[in-house]
């Protein structure tokens, strides 16, 4: 199992990674890319099944299945998945991970993963929380 505070520490060596829709390495990443990074960094079993072969701009069935099938939603804490909807979109697409205070995200409007507070608009986008696999909660 791998614990909150050293996900959160992999993830912030993330920062400055380009954007790349599809990427799932420190050469580029997108979302979903980043967060099965950090996972199998950590040795996750489960980021493999993070790591799909392909998918279309706006990954929400591949999002919905990952978490129906990996995960459980919890509270906001440190290290939890926040899954996030865009404005004028039907349906979340988007996911970054929560920080405590902050979050941290592959963010093409930025072209790299960033981390930034978790601050308006973030609170209202963000439709769930999940828990990550392999990641220990208090």
Do not use: N
Request: glycine letters at 6%; charged letters at 15%.
């Amino acid at each position: 199992m791998i614990a909150a505070d050293r996900l959160v520490f992999q993830a912030r060596q993330w920062v400055g990674v380009p954007f790349v829709h599809q990427g799932r390495t420190r050469i580029g990443c997108d979302c979903l890319g980043y967060i099965a990074g950090c996972l199998s960094e950590l040795d996750s079993a489960a980021a493999l099944e993070l790591l799909p072969i392909d998918y279309g701009r706006e990954p929400q069935q591949l999002v919905s299945e990952i978490l129906t099938k990996h995960s459980r939603q919890i509270p906001l804490q440190a290290a939890a998945l926040l899954l996030i909807q865009w404005p004028k979109s039907p349906f979340p697409s988007h996911a970054a991970i929560y920080t405590g205070a902050s979050m941290i995200h592959a963010y093409e409007a930025v072209g790299c993963v960033v981390e930034h507070g978790y601050r308006a608009p973030w609170p209202a986008r963000t439709v769930s929380v999940w828990a990550l696999p392999d990641v220990t909660y208090e």
